[in-house]
């Protein structure tokens, strides 16, 4: 944790929105980043409270403010391996989850004063080294043991990675033509960003499920 009094300080503030005028000649998302000193600013307002209420509000149990600590400090990379500790896909749920971490925050308690910690924007910049940085890292040992995932919604595609990060050789099946299809099309942002959010998490499961390649590669999509 940086400073615990920074909350007093620094101001809470939402993602900047793209201008309208650039918006109504493209399909891409609203929202921009925050530049690298606002972010860190705005995760430097976390105080890493003794009973921390986002982590409970969070139905994945991120492990907030450890993650939110490690981007204080510029160390967005490190945030990464602790935010995929919890949450197979950031890049999703940065996107499309209400957010009850931040109605759960103990800033969101006087919100006209101060305001939660802007924990879903956190977690979606950590989300986004993961789209430009992440690379294949196959698993060191295989038990030999084959498994068959039904389905390739999150539930499924989550099962699939953590039985692979375990060493099994997973298959995915799916009736639809697409893996993912019924998760990312509920979404207009997602539709519009499918292609980069699709192949971020093919690099990701190509090292952990082996034959994950025979049933959907990018060629096929
Ligand atoms: S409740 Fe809010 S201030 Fe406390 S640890 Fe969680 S994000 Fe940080």
């Known amino acids: 944790m940086g400073d615990p009094r ?13 201008p309208v005028e650039k918006r109504v000649h493209d399909c891409r998302e609203v929202d921009e980043p925050f530049p690298e000193l606002e972010l860190r600013a ?7 409270c003794g009973v921390p209420f986002c982590h409970g ?7 907030i403010p450890d993650w939110n600590a490690l981007v204080a400090q510029g160390r967005t990379d490190a945030a990464l391996g602790e935010l995929l500790r919890t949450n197979n896909f950031p890049e999703v749920t940065s996107r ?9 925050c103990v800033l969101a308690l006087d919100n006209a004063l101060l305001g939660a910690v802007t924990i879903k924007a956190i977690e979606r910049s950590i989300a986004d080294v993961a789209m430009r940085e992440l690379r294949p890292a196959p698993v060191k040992s295989r038990t030999g043991c084959r498994v068959v995932v039904v389905g390739s919604g999150p539930a499924g595609l989550a099962a699939a990675q953590e039985l692979a990060r375990r060493g099994h050789d997973v298959t995915v099946v ?28 093919l690099l990701r499961w190509k090292q952990k499920a082996s034959s994950f390649e025979r049933e959907f590669t990018p060629g096929s999509m």
């Not at 499309?96 to 759960?104: D, H, K």
């Not at 033509?177 to 960003?193: C, G, I, V």
């Open 6 to 18: 920074a909350f007093l300080r620094v101001v809470r503030k939402k993602l900047p929105a793209r």
């Open 174 to 201: 799916e009736k639809d033509d697409r893996p993912r299809r019924a998760a990312s099309l509920r979404n207009p942002r997602l539709q519009a960003r499918k292609e980069r959010v699709w192949i971020c998490d």
């Open 96 to 104: 499309v989850c209400p957010a009850p971490c931040e109605a759960s």
């Open 57 to 63: 509000g969070c139905p994945l149990r991120n492990l």
């Open 42 to 48: 705005q995760a430097t307002r976390c105080m890493d």
